[in-house]
């Protein structure tokens, strides 16, 4: 075949799948590698609660119920059972969440927890936070690893966790392959 | 009755900033309720199921 300028060739017509290749020089070779390897194709998810607002217990690390998503490139985030984001793709991601509480609360606490356990916590006011939020920099092996939001909150009577999109989220994006 | 109320029934003496990291309480939202996820007093035993039950 003869070499034919890049500028010659077709436009794509409809839109990548990621399993399309490319060439690549590794170690001197040229070998192919599915779009699907660039970070521009790892996972990003934005989830929330959106209603109503979820019951909490006084003085009870409690799991938020994510149970709507605004985007999740490569349906990664559960919804709708486990509420956790377990990423198909190994590599560093920015996770980032928010949490909102309806009553007067006497300490606030927002954690992240990777694979069942605490991770980072964000967020530990003794104060009556309405909003309070977590985020950090996580590992993912790209198929057993998964974190879920947590909160905390102190206080007598009721709080609860705000429903809405503004309030309660749960977010994260891939910065670095592993 | 919360299982923190019942844990603070059993342990009057057991102050708020206790149940953070001495005392950790959890629910993962799956329909099985708050547990006991870490106890770490120094002098307080965990209480028993039967202790917890005994609550009311």
Redesign the interface.
Do not use: G
């Given at each position: 075949m003869a070499d034919k300028k890049i500028s010659a060739l077709s436009s794509a017509t409809t839109p990548l799948a990621g399993t399309e290749v490319v060439p690549i020089v590794q170690s001197g070779t040229t070998v192919k590698t599915p779009v699907s390897a660039f970070t521009g194709y790892s996972p990003a998810f934005s989830a929330y609660r959106a209603g109503p607002n979820q019951a909490l217990t006084t003085a009870t690390f409690t799991k938020v119920q994510l149970n709507a998503e605004d985007f999740d490139t490569n349906n990664c985030f559960d919804s709708s059972t486990n509420y956790r984001f377990t990423p198909t793709v190994a590599g560093y991601y920015q996770i980032s969440g928010s949490i909102g509480l309806t009553g007067t609360n006497v300490r606030v606490i927002a954690s992240i927890y990777k694979n069942g356990s605490a991770y980072f916590r964000g967020i530990d006011a003794t104060a009556n936070l309405s909003q309070f939020t977590v985020s950090g920099l996580v590992y993912f092996n790209g198929s057993t690893d998964y974190v879920e939001l947590y909160a905390y909150g102190s206080f007598a009577g009721t709080s609860d966790i705000s429903s809405g999109q503004i309030y309660t989220y749960f977010t994260g994006a891939m910065v670095r392959s592993a | 009755m919360?299982?923190?109320e019942k844990i603070k029934s059993i342990y009057p003496e057991l102050e708020?900033?206790d149940?953070?990291d001495v005392i950790?309480?959890?629910?993962?939202?799956?329909g099985k309720g708050?547990y006991i996820?870490a106890w770490n007093h120094p002098s307080l035993t965990k209480p028993t199921n039967t202790q917890l039950n005994s609550v009311v």
């Open positions: - | 919360t299982l923190y708020d900033k149940f953070v950790c309480l959890q629910n993962d939202s799956d708050d996820a």
